[in-house]
């Protein structure tokens, strides 16, 4: 639905009918579990409270 509007705007504005103003579309938000951080994504701690981050920084929590 918005790749259809956004050609429609498209060849308005190639047909010299441009159209002025904010288009907004209804959304639906969809959490799913391949958006999330993946494992490797998480810090690696160690038994005495210190991690690393993805750059191998280490923090202590």
Do not use: K, N, W, Y
Not at 27 to 49: C, K, M, N, Y
């Amino acid at each position: 639905m918005l790749a259809a509007t956004a050609v429609q705007h498209l060849f308005a504005a190639l047909d010299d009918r441009r159209q002025q103003g904010v288009v907004r579309r209804p959304v639906r938000l969809v959490i799913r579990e391949s958006t999330g951080r993946s494992p490797a994504a998480e810090p690696a701690r160690d038994p005495g409270g210190r991690s690393e981050d993805h750059l191998g920084h280490r923090t202590c929590h």
